[in-house]
């Protein structure tokens, strides 16, 4: 495990935070998308750095707020951080704040087959509570649907 710093995402970042985008994901989003969302009124775009060298970033997480409700939209690591608390630190980040924003839940879709990220969502208190069939391409899979109560 590393020592993570998490802090909002600055426009500045966006060559940093495509090419994690392109690396995790068979579907990456834009340079627009993810612009949208570092300036988003209901959105949480959160960057996650060594807090001994706060130079790369090595992951981040977009979470969206809507009526007492959240999305964890976007969650990704790059793939020499996974595994040394980079997603347990940006999730902790989402769920605070999800919390002082109001909401009282909060929700994600993560592939069927990756069982490492839904059991990092277990341990941060996600339980099950749903399936979309065939809601990813690339390959094509069905999504589970995880839900987290907020105090």
């Known amino acids: ?21 392109r690396e995790a994901f068979s ?4 340079h627009g998308q993810l612009l949208r969302e570092i300036y988003g009124d209901d959105s ?7 807090a001994e060298t706060g130079d790369e970033i090595l992951g981040y997480a977009i979470l969206r707020r809507l009526c007492g409700e959240a999305e ?22 989402a769920t605070e704040n999800a919390r002082e924003n109001g909401a009282e839940q909060i929700f994600l879709e993560a592939r069927a087959s990756n069982l490492a990220a839904i059991a990092l969502y277990e341990k941060h208190g996600f339980r099950k509570v749903g399936r979309r069939r065939g809601y990813y391409d690339s390959p094509d899979e069905d999504a589970v649907i995880m839900k987290k109560e907020l105090d």
């Open 72 to 93: 964890l939209i976007n969650i990704a690591a790059r793939a020499d951080s996974r595994r040394r608390g980079v997603g347990s630190a940006l999730l902790a980040a």
């Open 27 to 30: 579907r990456p989003w834009t």
């Open 1 to 21: 495990m590393i020592n993570i710093a998490v802090s909002p995402a600055e426009d500045s970042a966006i060559d940093e935070l495509l090419a994690i985008e």
């Open 44 to 50: 949480y775009f959160a960057v996650a750095r060594s």
